[in-house]
């Protein structure tokens, strides 16, 4: 495979893509949903490849999950696509326009990004997902998926791919790097003369090497140390149900949560609760060492659980004795995703919402919320944890960038 010709095709029709009209990218998005329907068993036993190695290689309950499609999965992955058809497209969009004194009037507007690089693990969806926010946006886009899902990756990219050129569509708009080595990752990071921009979807180590290696701007998508913190004032019987749901409804997903934090206050009447509501799900639970003194058949927990994205059946348990101690617990430990307060206190809601530093910080809900098709975006390219240019789910308009444009009568500058 010659890397540097692939992102050179693929930068080749970034003018054209940046040029089609709304009709016909959703028309072309309609056509790939249906597509990816038709051709649903040819994935799935490309999938089952990819899941029997997985097993082979001792992969996690969680990461198995992520990988794993079926019929549903790729209905659920079309219908995404035609989500994304149906949201208003931000490219053309003037975002502002004034008259200077001396006549010239300066506007600002939506433009496509040009090519976006994305490298991912065991993902398939995110393939398809990449694709139609990208295309949508005007962007031709290069994907560079993990080897645990490198059959799911090809056999999706096929069937786009020859849904494009059946659209009159350059199949180079998509583009898949299929070596999974490291060191044609590393060489894909630096990919600057031709690639705009680069997201990586994955572990934090994944994503740790992307912001150390690339040349190629990056916008981080982080680990998921997600909180629950019950407050005094909470509602049980709810926060049950959000804790119950944020922990267990998908383990592997950057959007479970992974630590509980409860107000001393109610730790003697919660935390049974909670310990008997996960037992179904055999959740490890970990806890401080007021936790473990109100629930003995707990584990004590240690200053790394406190910190880790577990992606398992396992949460960490954290007692506070008020909502500075929560938040300043939180705002140390959290990886910036999502944090949840459950509280009937309004002043603690908003207090919360102040001060936690988070991409997406709830009241009385579940973290699980924090998606891009529960966002209303159709699908997301990623969550942002970062603080430049996008944070939080990303939908069409973080993958755009804007340009001035200028209007004169034959101004000078004296």
């Given at each position: 495979m010659d890397l540097e010709l692939l992102c050179k095709n693929a930068c080749s029709t970034k003018v054209f893509l940046g040029k089609l009209s709304t009709g016909k990218k959703n028309s072309v998005l309609l056509s790939v949903a249906d597509a990816?329907?038709?051709?649903?068993?040819?994935?799935?036993?490309?999938?089952?490849?990819?899941?029997?190695?997985?097993?082979?290689?001792?992969?996690?309950?969680?990461?198995l999950d992520r990988l794993m499609l079926n019929e549903a999965?790729?209905?659920?992955?079309?219908?995404?696509?035609?989500?994304?058809?149906?949201?208003?497209?931000?490219?053309?969009?003037?975002?502002?326009?004034?008259?200077?004194?001396?006549g010239m009037t300066i506007g600002k507007k939506r433009v496509p990004m040009g090519v976006i690089g994305i490298i991912y693990e065991a993902r398939p969806n995110v393939t398809s997902d990449a694709f139609g926010l990208c295309?949508?946006?005007?962007?031709?886009?290069?994907?560079?998926?993990?080897?645990?899902?490198?059959?799911?990756?090809?056999?999706?990219?096929?069937?786009?791919?020859?849904?494009?050129?059946?659209?009159?569509?350059?199949?180079d708009a998509l583009q898949l790097i299929e070596s999974t080595d490291r060191e044609t990752t590393t060489k894909f990071m630096r990919m600057n003369q031709y690639v705009d921009l680069l997201i990586p979807r994955g572990s934090a180590g994944l994503i740790k090497a992307t912001v150390e290696?690339?040349?190629?701007?990056?916008?981080?998508?982080?680990?998921?140390?997600?909180?629950?913190?019950?407050?005094?004032?909470?509602?049980?019987?709810?926060?049950?149900?959000?804790?119950?749901?944020?922990?267990?409804?998908?383990?592997?997903?950057?959007?479970?949560?992974?630590s509980l934090v409860i107000h001393k206050d109610i730790i003697n009447e919660f935390l049974p609760k909670a310990v008997e509501a996960l037992k179904p799900f055999n959740v490890d639970i970990r806890g401080d060492e007021s936790a473990v003194a109100v629930c003995s058949d707990i584990n004590k927990a240690t200053d790394e659980d406190f910190y880790k994205e577990y992606l398992d059946y396992i949460i960490s348990v954290k007692t506070v004795e008020t909502i500075d101690e929560a938040i300043l617990h939180i705002n140390e430990h959290n990886t910036k995703h999502s944090e949840t307060i459950?509280?009937?206190?309004?002043?603690?809601?908003?207090?919360?919402?102040?001060?936690?530093?988070?991409?997406?910080?709830?009241?009385?809900?579940?973290?699980?919320?924090?998606?891009?098709?529960?966002?209303?975006?159709?699908?997301?390219?990623?969550?942002?944890?970062?603080?430049?240019?996008?944070?939080?789910?990303?939908?069409?308009?973080?993958?755009?960038?804007?340009?001035?444009?200028?209007?004169?009568?034959?101004?000078?500058?004296?």
């Amino acid at each position: 495979m010659d890397l540097e010709l692939l992102c050179k095709n693929a930068c080749s029709t970034k003018v054209f893509l940046g040029k089609l009209s709304t009709g016909k990218k959703n028309s072309v998005l309609l056509s790939v949903a249906d597509a990816l329907c038709k051709n649903a068993e040819t994935i799935i036993a490309a999938n089952a490849i990819d899941l029997e190695n997985g097993k082979k290689n001792n992969m996690s309950e969680g990461l198995l999950d992520r990988l794993m499609l079926n019929e549903a999965r790729i209905e659920d992955i079309a219908v995404g696509l035609k989500k994304v058809a149906d949201l208003p497209d931000p490219i053309g969009e003037v975002l502002e326009m004034t008259r200077r004194p001396n006549g010239m009037t300066i506007g600002k507007k939506r433009v496509p990004m040009g090519v976006i690089g994305i490298i991912y693990e065991a993902r398939p969806n995110v393939t398809s997902d990449a694709f139609g926010l990208c295309f949508k946006t005007g962007n031709a886009v290069i994907l560079k998926g993990g080897s645990d899902a490198i059959n799911s990756n090809k056999a999706i990219v096929q069937v786009i791919r020859q849904a494009l050129v059946e659209n009159d569509i350059p199949a180079d708009a998509l583009q898949l790097i299929e070596s999974t080595d490291r060191e044609t990752t590393t060489k894909f990071m630096r990919m600057n003369q031709y690639v705009d921009l680069l997201i990586p979807r994955g572990s934090a180590g994944l994503i740790k090497a992307t912001v150390e290696n690339a040349t190629i701007p990056v916008i981080e998508t982080g680990t998921g140390n997600c909180h629950i913190y019950v407050d005094k004032s909470a509602d049980l019987d709810m926060a049950l149900k959000i804790l119950v749901n944020a922990k267990t409804q998908r383990i592997g997903v950057c959007n479970a949560c992974e630590s509980l934090v409860i107000h001393k206050d109610i730790i003697n009447e919660f935390l049974p609760k909670a310990v008997e509501a996960l037992k179904p799900f055999n959740v490890d639970i970990r806890g401080d060492e007021s936790a473990v003194a109100v629930c003995s058949d707990i584990n004590k927990a240690t200053d790394e659980d406190f910190y880790k994205e577990y992606l398992d059946y396992i949460i960490s348990v954290k007692t506070v004795e008020t909502i500075d101690e929560a938040i300043l617990h939180i705002n140390e430990h959290n990886t910036k995703h999502s944090e949840t307060i459950v509280t009937n206190d309004y002043n603690s809601s908003n207090k919360f919402l102040d001060e936690v530093d988070a991409a997406c910080v709830y009241v009385n809900a579940s973290t699980r919320f924090t998606d891009g098709f529960e966002f209303g975006f159709g699908a997301e390219i990623g969550i942002s944890t970062q603080k430049l240019h996008a944070r939080g789910p990303m939908g069409l308009k973080e993958l755009t960038t804007s340009k001035y444009i200028i209007y004169g009568n034959g101004q000078i500058r004296e």
